[in-house]
């Protein structure tokens, strides 16, 4: 299994692009202008492999600027939890009150269960819900590779907002300690913003975990 990851638009969010056995899936895709679009095509054209699936950690304005764009160019529907279904449709709302442009993402083909499993090449993946930065906020959990995609659950020495529509710190928290911690020090995990971490290394280090348990 491969992973690549782009740093993309004003916000700079983190895509990833990831291969195993001829089969890619594209994490939050968050590219935004023509050479963003540029960059990502020319890496997936180097790939040569057939992308399957386009999934959303959760639908932010800054996680689905390239919504339309990879859907239409991959020919693949995106998939989100039903509970962003809403954040999606209204996507240029968001659009404008960040004062930036937005084309209007694609329907979602199908809505992402918790505890379904995401399988392509030879990779699984099983789906965590972790709500609390966003209503339907999913983690993508890769057992065997002891990876994590969190979105903005959880990032390296930080937490999620949660001063957004339907945002809460108690849930927030809730996710992160009893989905997120159990999963072992050894996790990486890969944030939709910022650097690379562990488990373990926010566990021990992160100002927003060290000595607090959930609300």
């Not at 050479?35 to 386009?54: G, H, M, P, S, W």
């Not at 960040?98 to 392509?120: C, N």
């Not at 959880?154 to 009893?178: A, H, K, N, Y």
């Not at 890969?190 to 927003?208: A, D, K, M, W, Y």
Request: glycine share 8%; charged share 15%.
């Amino acid at each position: 299994m491969t992973v690549k990851s782009f740093t993309f638009n004003p916000f700079e969010t983190n895509c990833y692009v990831v291969s195993s056995a001829g089969q890619t899936v594209i994490i939050d895709p968050s590219c935004q202008s023509p050479t963003e679009f540029e960059v990502i095509t020319n890496y997936l054209k180097e790939l040569d492999a057939q992308v399957v699936r386009i999934l959303l950690t959760h639908a932010h304005i800054d996680h689905i600027f390239g919504c339309a764009f990879l859907s239409d160019y991959c020919e693949v529907g995106i998939e989100v939890h039903a509970s962003e279904a809403i954040l999606l449709e209204r996507g240029e709302f968001q659009a404008q009150m960040f004062g930036v442009e937005l084309v209007p993402p694609p329907e979602p083909v199908r809505f992402i269960e918790p505890g379904e499993h995401i399988s392509f090449g030879d990779v699984t993946w099983n789906v965590l819900h972790t709500p609390g930065h966003s209503p339907g906020s999913v983690t993508f959990v890769d057992e065997a590779n002891k990876l994590v995609f969190s979105g903005d659950v959880l990032f390296s020495g930080s937490i999620g907002r949660t001063d957004l529509w339907q945002g809460s710190l108690p849930v927030l928290m809730e996710s992160i300690f009893q989905q997120l911690i159990p999963l072992g020090d050894d996790f990486r995990v890969l944030s939709g913003h910022g650097p690379e971490t562990t488990i373990g290394h926010e566990r021990e280090f992160n100002p927003f975990l060290v000595g607090h348990a959930p609300i």
